[in-house]
């Protein structure tokens, strides 16, 4: 059984900085893509960054510039370093791994960015 466990999240102060971590745990051949969604109260869950094994990153325009993803592969962990935090960045952040060929989520781990 393979699960997704997410840290990092919690309240900042717009301009701020947080660092989100996802370890994949349990009997893994391969991980795949890897990456971050987020979820806003009222709306539905968005796409913000995916990598690839090979290290290929796709960002969501309003975070290109602010936001970092990286990976370890020989850990089966991916982190998200997010900079100038905005208001309209707060939401549950949902780690998500194709691992082995199939879909997994994390449980969310709330940020919240006051102004």
């Known amino acids: 059984q393979v699960m997704l466990v997410e840290s990092g999240g919690g309240l900042v102060q717009a301009g701020g900085s947080l660092r989100l971590s996802c370890a994949a745990s349990g009997t893994i051949f391969s991980a795949n893509a890897m990456g971050w969604y987020r979820q806003a109260p009222g709306k539905q869950r968005e796409l913000v960054v995916t990598i690839t094994r090979d290290g290929s990153t796709n960002y969501r325009d309003s975070v290109k510039g602010r936001f970092t993803i990286s990976r370890d592969n020989a850990k089966v962990t991916v982190y998200l370093q997010m900079d100038s935090l905005k208001p309209e960045d707060t939401a549950v952040y949902y780690c998500?791994?194709?691992?082995?060929?199939?879909?997994?989520w994390g449980q969310g781990t709330q940020v919240t960015v006051s102004s």
């Open positions: 998500y791994a194709i691992i082995d060929m199939r879909h997994y």
